[in-house]
């Protein structure tokens, strides 16, 4: 059995990045996936104090303790990581950001616990425009970040909703959102 890990980033619990990552959760279960989710705002994650504590000799990943532990005893645990954030001032959510940038603890050459998972991405923005909206900054810095630890994009799902819940009127991005779940599940 696949195990997804879902880290639903929006600060609104029924936001349509949330919703979306219900519906790609929805997904994954159904492609028999043991499935996570965890509520980035709710979890007490500090920022990288930029120690490299987690780079000495025989370190066991971030001096902090945090939520993040949680989260990164899940990773080690998981087969996919599936990542749901609305963009906020032209990029992702300051809540991903701050697990994006505590990631630096797997970096190091001797400690890449993220090589090999499937990374799957939601994000949803208010304009029309991926590039207007700033979703593109986004997904650069997740395709870069992904890339760099050795964890491949498997899919992304993007697009505009502007008040919460308006994304479930919109069935292809739902449906896009359900078969990368699907995907992420197997």
Do not use: H
């Not at 971030?62 to 996919?80: F, G, I, N, P, S």
């Not at 992904?146 to 992304?156: C, Q, S």
Request: charged residues 25%.
């Amino acid at each position: 059995m696949s195990k997804l890990l879902v880290l639903a980033s929006s600060p609104r619990p029924k936001g349509n990045s949330t919703i979306l990552a219900t519906e790609a959760a929805r997904g994954a279960k159904d492609a028999d996936a043991e499935v996570k989710t965890f509520r980035l705002a709710k979890m007490k994650i500090g920022p990288c104090m930029g120690c490299d504590g987690c780079r000495k000799p025989k370190a066991a990943g971030c001096v902090q303790k945090d939520d993040m532990r949680t989260l990164y005893a899940e990773l080690r645990a998981a087969d996919a990581v599936l990542i749901a954030s609305p963009v906020y001032w032209f990029t992702m959510s300051a809540q991903i950001k701050l697990f994006m940038d505590r990631l630096y603890a797997f970096g190091a050459e001797s400690y890449r616990p993220l090589k090999d998972k499937r990374v799957g991405i939601i994000l949803t923005y208010g304009d029309a425009d991926p590039f207007v909206s700033g979703a593109v900054n986004a997904i650069r810095a997740f395709q870069d970040a992904f890339a760099y630890v050795g964890a491949p994009i498997a899919g992304m799902v993007y697009g505009s909703a502007d008040k919460p819940g308006d994304v479930r009127a919109n069935k292809a991005l739902m449906k896009d959102a359900y078969a990368l779940g699907q995907k992420l599940g197997f």
